[in-house]
């Protein structure tokens, strides 16, 4: 019985000692080779829009991505926001300066990642007011209201219909461009 007994304390001391190793709790190695790029690689967008930006993941299985934003004039929401799923709204306000970059970092490997070049255009003018809304044949004074952008809204004016009289401080250098009188004779 003494036998069987060392046998049996041999068995389970080897046995014991087998078990003893520690679990791997590490997570596997990044995948090498992994590449992210954003598509547009370079967007104009104009400050209180929205734009979807995409992003491609090759050389791994795992095409995650986490979306940033990051300029010299500050953070979010100073440059603007971006979902996770890489939408992208520019602030209302444009910030100095107007250029920033949209970045997707790969999940599977983190140091995988792509960009793209964003420059913030100001907002579109948007014509709030036209007084009178009529005009007859004569001489006529046209009052233009603008939201945005007052610059905008006379090289508009300019271009299309007449020469607008701004207050000297909006007057930018005269433009080689024809304009045609603001009445009718």
């Not at 060392?6 to 003893?20: H, I, P, Q, W, Y």
């Not at 791997?24 to 992994?34: E, I, L, S």
Request: charged letters at 5%.
């Amino acid at each position: 019985m003494q036998f069987n007994l060392s046998v049996f304390l041999s068995a389970l001391l080897f046995a014991g000692c087998a078990g003893t190793s520690a679990p791997n709790h590490q997570p596997p190695p990044p995948p090498a080779g992994v590449h992210v790029s954003v598509s547009p690689p370079i967007a104009n967008i104009r400050a209180g829009d929205s734009f979807p930006f995409s992003a491609a993941v090759s050389g791994s299985t795992n095409t995650g991505v986490t979306w940033s934003i990051t300029g010299t004039a500050g953070n979010a929401p100073v440059i603007g926001t971006i979902s996770a799923g890489g939408n992208y709204t520019a602030p209302a306000a444009l910030p100095n300066p107007n250029t920033l970059a949209v970045r997707a970092t790969s999940v599977a490997n983190t140091s995988a990642s792509g960009s793209s070049s964003v420059t913030i255009l100001n907002p579109t003018p948007v014509l709030t007011g036209i007084n009178p809304a009529n005009v007859g044949t004569g001489n006529f004074t046209l009052t233009v209201t603008a939201a945005n952008s007052s610059m905008a809204l006379k090289l508009f004016l300019a271009q299309r219909c007449c020469k607008p009289h701004l207050p000297p401080l909006l007057n930018s250098p005269p433009r080689a461009q024809p304009t045609r009188p603001a009445h009718t004779p």
